[in-house]
């Protein structure tokens, strides 16, 4: 028995396959499966599917749950490539009970026996005909051992389990689970179009690429965001959209953290210009929702180009104050778009309840009280080349395919990632950390950056390179860019550009977009942008060791000595520049100092909380007009090393290290 839940429930776009031929009159040549298993909600039931080419007299045909039985005992059929379902009750606002040929465990041609309850917790299912078992499933925490092989199929609560194509193994590789209005696509690991792609980067770029592309459309923009803010993008898009461009925008309802009312106002400015938009998963407590967060990132201009990014397209990151670390692409290719345009106007279907136009959502809302006036960004040079592009969506295939990818790794992994869920925090065959250490184990350069704002961060990176084979840093921006917002992953000669975040929720409950690159031309470009990011850290130290470098330059008669060490520059080291046992610290790879007395000098610097070490032999040479002090004064670090654009000559000298 099960104790039922109240959610709401369910569907999903069924696609009809053919089957051999055979006569409907033979046992052997019918083929009726169980289809679907629903055990959430007040419409509770299942489904049966004739895969067969006859139609199925189900007389004689029966389900049990081991607990009770319903026998079709007159008048029922089920055509070729059709469908039956059979609900404990029907509601005409669920999908499930309400669609076209459906009943009930009562309707007077099934005999019911016992107590047929499909349990939350997990049951299992077994098909009849005249006695004989035809098929079986055993889902959630059920385990069955007549007519059925292995683990129960994975049921998450509010979702249900839904047969995946025809051929019938008795296993839970003939099943998955999903809900209403999801895609329900598989991964193939051979499903790659061939395609011309122009790579891009965030901050470099300043999103230029995106502009320039939607600039050249002449029939249709479909925008798929999970943030859409920037004023002169929505310019562009107006002006099209007037020129007669069928520009059509679906955004994520409830962005989390986010103030959208900017973006709501923006939104009917484009309404008011001719546009379409819509919003996915709104922020009404209690309305269905088949995606946590619609959060891919991407666009399909007239069937023939599709816009990938690992960034929202908002104000400031299409812009020259673009302060996110990302990647990006711009992809030519009629079969990806096409696959794309099916993927966006599956999720744009309103027939799920969970997508409303904007002005249905807001009937009162303003138009953007600022100037929609286009400013073409200046030209910046795109590289073009050929390659072959695979799709990723979540969460159909996401996590299938990253686990597929990294376990196949033969020469290098590197992964750049914003944030790294508590879920995957774990050294296992589930967690992509775990199929990283297992890639270094078989000799993979495997790499992993994390941004520093993610939680638990230390954790994390020293759990990573303590226990496992695989090199981990995190970055708290750098010069170019302040925050890590990247989800990209170098894998060989492939690179994965798109909207996944590491998260449970990003690869299972998202729809993210991103796609597979198989180039090694656009490999390289992103893997040199991710080895720039990795910079010098104490990976790079291991393997290289420390090395000492000084600048000398005069300031009013007084001979300035800027010693680095070629250690992280936030690191912090202890030094001993006139190797007499007076030691310095410093919160950075550098040390600035006046007045050291004439003659030969050892300076030594060690890297804090680790056993590496430099060493360095130097000579302070007189100068015309020495200083009035005749003693060693330490500059403040940030003066100094703001003076240093006077530096002199250069002396590379030995080191020393474990």
Request: glycine fraction near 8%; hydrophobic fraction near 40%; aromatic fraction near 10%.
């Amino acid at each position: 028995m099960r104790r039922t839940s109240i959610v709401i429930f369910l569907s999903l776009i069924i696609i009809f396959p053919v089957m051999a031929s055979g006569d409907s009159s033979s046992e052997t040549a019918e083929k009726v499966l169980l289809y679907e298993i629903n055990p959430f909600g007040n419409y509770e039931g299942l489904s049966l599917f004739n895969y067969g080419d006859g139609d199925v007299d189900l007389k004689g045909w029966s389900i049990s749950d081991g607990e009770g039985t319903l026998t079709f005992i007159s008048g029922i059929k089920i055509a070729s490539g059709a469908r039956l379902t059979l609900v404990k009750a029907v509601g005409a606002d669920d999908w499930f009970s309400g669609r076209g040929n459906t009943t009930t465990f009562g309707d007077e041609r099934i005999q019911k026996k016992g107590s047929f309850i499909l349990a939350n917790t997990g049951d299992d299912i077994s098909l009849y005909r005249n006695g004989i078992l035809r098929d079986a499933v055993c889902y959630g925490e059920k385990h069955m051992e007549i007519g059925w092989s292995g683990d129960p199929v994975p049921l998450p609560t509010n979702k249900y389990v839904l047969r995946i194509g025809s051929n019938d193994t008795d296993t839970a590789a003939d099943w998955i689970y999903t809900k209403p209005g999801l895609t329900n696509h598989s991964f193939d690991p051979e499903l790659y179009f061939d395609s011309v792609v122009s790579p891009f980067s965030f901050p470099e770029s300043q999103g230029t690429p995106i502009f320039k592309e939607i600039e050249n459309a002449d029939r249709e923009i479909l925008i798929a965001n999970y943030l859409l803010t920037n004023v002169n993008l929505v310019a562009l898009l107006c002006g099209l959209s007037a020129k007669g461009v069928k520009v059509r925008i679906l955004l994520d309802g409830a962005p989390l953290g986010n103030d959208i009312s900017t973006e709501l106002t923006l939104m009917r400015s484009l309404v008011d210009a001719g546009a379409e938009v819509y919003l996915i998963d709104d922020p009404v407590a209690g309305n269905y929702e088949r995606y946590a967060y619609f959060h891919n990132k991407y666009a399909v201009i007239d069937g023939k180009k599709v816009i990938v990014t690992s960034e929202n397209w908002t104000a400031g990151n299409l812009s020259e104050n673009c302060s996110n670390r990302g990647w990006g692409a711009a992809i030519e290719s009629g079969e990806l778009s096409e696959y794309m345009r099916d993927v966006f106007f599956s999720d744009m279907n309103l027939e799920f309840g969970d997508v409303r136009p904007l002005l249905q959502c807001y009937p009162g809302l303003k138009p953007y009280a600022g100037t929609l006036t286009y400013s073409a960004p200046e030209q910046c040079e795109i590289m073009r080349y050929e390659a072959k592009v695979m799709p990723i969506i979540s969460p159909d295939y996401s996590l299938t395919a990253m686990r597929y990818f990294i376990e196949n790794a033969g020469s290098r992994v590197y992964s750049e990632q914003m944030d790294l869920g508590s879920s995957f925090c774990t050294i296992d065959d589930r967690s992509p950390v775990g199929w990283l250490s297992a890639a270094a184990e078989r000799g993979v350069d495997a790499r992993f950056i994390l941004d520093a704002s993610a939680k638990s961060r230390d954790e994390i990176i020293n759990m990573i390179n303590s226990t496992t084979g695989t090199k981990a840093i995190s970055i708290a921006g750098k010069e170019e860019f302040s925050l890590i917002h990247n989800k990209g992953v170098i894998i060989d000669d492939k690179v994965w550009v798109g909207s996944v975040n590491w998260t449970e929720s990003s690869f299972q409950n998202n729809r993210e977009f991103a796609v597979v690159i198989d180039s090694p031309e656009v490999t390289d470009f992103f893997a040199g942008l991710f080895i720039d990011d990795w910079g010098v850290n104490e990976h790079t130290v291991a393997e290289i060791g420390l090395e000492i470098t000084i600048d000398t330059f005069e300031i009013d008669g007084d001979r300035i000595y800027v010693f680095t060490v070629s250690g992280p520059e936030d690191s912090a080291y202890t030094w001993d520049v006139l190797g007499d046992g007076t030691l310095r610290t410093s919160p950075i790879n550098k040390i600035v100092c006046k007045g050291l007395h004439e003659g030969v000098h050892t300076v030594r610097v060690s890297m804090d909380g680790t056993g590496y070490t430099a060493v360095c032999d130097y000579a302070v040479e007189p100068i015309a007009m020495p200083s009035s002090e005749n003693k060693v004064n330490w500059i403040p670090v940030a003066a100094g090393v703001a003076a240093i654009a006077g530096v002199g000559a250069v002396i590379r000298r030995r080191n020393n290290n474990p």
